[in-house]
């Protein structure tokens, strides 16, 4: 079976067609369970991989986009929404919110509504790469596209 056949997968690449026909899913040889592995697969630097963390906060939870270069800052998180008690998710809350595993979880395709930021860093490149619902799925966008599909926020979080 073809990874393009599992069910996160199909749900990330459901949510890519949607707003564009022409966006694939691409299936790696190699993991791109961290951003490091996923620059090495495609050959591009490790600022162009999209690291999609999930945090807790009081009340809900909050997906934050950031380059694979760069460390999401807590501190501009509380800064920013106002909330004194964030911190990562836990795998669990990962699989439940989103619907991936941790090394696939797709900035798209998720089981439940998510606020999402994306940072600012990822401008930086013509064309930057999601996970895409498993660690050897990836999807390529750019910036601008990201922020769209995502609904997301652009915000200064690294």
């Known amino acids: 079976m073809s990874l393009l056949d599992k069910e996160p997968v199909k749900r990330a690449e459901t949510a890519l067609k949607e707003f564009d026909k022409s966006m694939n899913v691409i299936e790696l040889d190699s993991s791109a369970r961290t951003a490091e592995d996923a620059a090495n697969?495609?050959?591009?630097?490790?600022g162009?991989?999209?690291k999609s963390l999930l945090f807790r906060t009081e009340e809900s939870f909050l997906l934050c986009?950031?380059?694979?270069?760069?460390r999401c800052s807590l501190n501009k998180l509380k800064k920013i929404t106002q909330i004194k008690d964030?911190?990562?998710?836990?795998p669990e809350d990962v699989k439940?919110?989103?619907?991936?595993?941790?090394?696939g979880v797709s900035p798209v395709g998720h089981l439940k509504k998510l606020n999402i930021f994306v940072d600012n860093s990822l401008e930086r490149f013509d064309?930057?790469?999601?996970?895409a619902g498993h660690p050897n799925c990836v999807?390529?966008?750019n910036f601008k596209n990201l922020v769209l599909i995502t609904?997301?926020?652009?915000k200064d979080i690294t």
């Open 41 to 46: 697969s495609l050959n591009c630097e490790v």
């Open 48 to 50: 162009a991989i999209v």
């Open 65 to 70: 986009l950031v380059s694979g270069d760069k």
């Open 86 to 90: 964030i911190s990562m998710a836990s």
């Open 96 to 103: 439940i919110q989103t619907g991936y595993t941790i090394g």
């Open 127 to 131: 064309d930057i790469f999601a996970a």
């Open 139 to 141: 999807f390529k966008i």
């Open 151 to 154: 609904q997301g926020e652009t």
